[in-house]
């Protein structure tokens, strides 16, 4: 079962991983992981399938991703271990759950990886329009791979910095934009009004099956958020310092989402925004802001690398989580001087790479088809996490249950109603045919996951290092 902190290592040994993460670098990380290629890219895609409705979209998938991380908190809380969500699929299901969740999460950041890079070559291209998509998305992998092979601690700064840039940036396009809509600024004092909102179509101009088909790009851009459970098993005090954050964290993206969707969609008409690269940069440029345009795409950029380190730094660490438990080859054990798993992050950058090269043969739908194939992935982790929580529940008294600290919200309707809502975005996916490949990429690597769990003999035993002590 995939364990990433365990009591029995020695973490003062110059070979074992360094616990240097403060809280506000996974709060950071977290926030920032969440705030890339879904809000600055993704959202063109989804603005054009839905319309200004896609506002209803970002809406509905939050609350779900509230659910989702309310569950995975209430059994953070009263259980705070190494491995979170995978430890708790191994606990209250099995063994197989938990190796699932833990590979699967795996592969789900690999893709994050190739996602962002590929944002990273779509937004460079409004610099350098000669240069080939795939340079920029390979050399950034290349790059954000180098970066992981330094300590954890500068490792936590580069992050929260660069995360911060684009939070700050967010909320400074925020404000701008509020400006321009209610007082005219940069445009001669005119305020434009919010009637783009339903002046080319109406507030559905696709209908309805527009709008549901674009709620599959909407929550890929919440996927990931459960990535704040993994410090569960590093946080001091966490019956407080848990719900704090996960409380503070959706609250944060609904309004970084809300606003800043709907300064694009007020200024800018719907049917316009999915011809262009990031819908920020298309703000700006319709203003003619041309130098903040080009700021705006710094920012982007920057935000898409930040994710993509932080999803090269949680696939190593999960890498080297299952091979301690011998669910990953051994290799993935050795750390460097600097507590790095350099095997784990070498090898999840290597796979990775693979998929950045979608970007040399299919430029034009190399985004679409990676993030289809993420959010397929982390749907999945995602109904790991509610029906996980659903058994712990049953696992418990009504005394201790009544006596939970930080419970689920609305449990549990709240649990059962989100399970079909993500169950019916998966149909979504299966159906339309630009993703049915997250399908065709999420399921082979499921049944391939199971195989090897029973080839190889996996299911005869309970590899937790807490039992070798």
């Keep these: 079962m995939l364990n990433q902190v365990d009591t029995s290592v020695e973490?003062?040994?110059?070979?074992?991983?360094k616990r240097h993460l403060k809280a506000r670098h996974i709060r950071l990380m977290a926030l920032g992981s969440?705030?890339?290629?879904g809000l600055f890219l993704g959202s063109g895609t989804a603005i054009s399938q839905a319309g200004p409705a896609i506002l209803l979209g970002y809406l509905l998938s939050g609350i779900i991703a509230f659910i989702v991380l309310r569950a995975l908190g209430e059994m953070a809380v009263y259980n705070p271990v190494a491995g979170s969500f995978a430890q708790y699929a191994h606990d209250y299901v099995g063994p197989l759950a938990g190796y699932l969740v833990?590979?699967?999460?795996?592969?789900y950041w690999v893709i994050v990886g190739v996602a962002e890079v590929t944002a990273v070559g779509i937004y460079m291209g409004l610099w350098f329009p000669d240069v080939p998509q795939w340079i920029w998305a390979v050399g950034s992998l290349i790059l954000m791979g180098g970066l992981n092979f330094i300590a954890v601690r500068l490792f936590g700064e580069f992050e929260f910095w660069f995360a911060l840039i684009k939070v700050v940036a967010i909320i400074a396009?925020?404000?701008i934009g509020l400006g321009v809509i209610f007082f005219g600024l940069g445009n001669q004092g005119v305020p434009l009004g919010i009637s783009n909102l339903w002046s080319h179509g109406g507030f559905f101009p696709t209908g309805l099956s527009g709008f549901l088909l674009s709620l599959q790009m909407a929550i890929f851009?919440?996927?990931g958020i459960e990535m704040i459970g993994l410090s569960a098993g590093e946080t001091e005090n966490p019956e407080k310092t848990i719900p704090i954050a996960i409380d503070s964290l959706i609250v944060r993206i609904l309004v970084f989402y809300g606003g800043a969707l709907f300064v694009i969609l007020s200024i800018y008409p719907w049917n316009e925004v999915g011809q262009v690269g990031s819908p920020f940069v298309a703000m700006f440029e319709k203003l003619?802001?041309?130098e903040a345009a080009g700021i705006v795409n710094f920012v982007v950029v920057t935000a898409a690398l930040s994710s993509c380190n932080a999803g090269i730094f949680s696939g190593g660490r999960l890498l080297y989580g299952l091979s301690l438990n011998a669910y990953a080859p051994a290799?993935?054990?050795?750390?460097?001087r600097s507590g790095v798993p350099f095997v784990a992050i070498l090898t999840t950058v290597s796979i990775a790479s693979f998929g950045a090269f979608l970007n040399y043969f299919v430029p034009d739908e190399a985004f679409l088809l990676v993030t289809s194939a993420v959010t397929f992935i982390g749907l999945m982790v995602w109904v790991a996490i509610l029906s996980t929580q659903l058994m712990f529940r049953k696992k418990l008294s009504k005394e201790v249950t009544t006596s939970l600290q930080y419970k689920s919200f609305l449990w549990p309707y709240g649990s059962w109603a989100a399970l079909l809502l993500i169950a019916f975005v998966l149909v979504l996916l299966a159906i339309q045919e630009q993703t049915r490949v997250g399908v065709y990429v999420g399921i082979p690597i499921l049944l391939t996951l199971i195989s090897v769990f029973?080839?190889?003999g996996l299911h005869r035993q309970d590899n937790r290092q807490g039992e070798k002590k």
């Excluded at 973490?11 to 991983?17: F, G, I, K, V």
């Excluded at 969440?34 to 290629?37: A, E």
């Excluded at 833990?102 to 592969?107: A, H, K, N, P, S």
């Excluded at 290799?331 to 460097?336: D, G, P």
């Design 11 to 17: 973490y003062s040994d110059q070979h074992s991983l």
């Design 34 to 37: 969440t705030i890339g290629v």
């Design 102 to 107: 833990g590979w699967g999460y795996w592969f």
């Design 173 to 175: 396009m925020i404000g």
């Design 221 to 223: 851009a919440y996927v």
């Design 288 to 290: 003619g802001l041309r």
């Design 331 to 336: 290799a993935m054990k050795k750390i460097s």
């Design 454 to 456: 029973y080839l190889f």
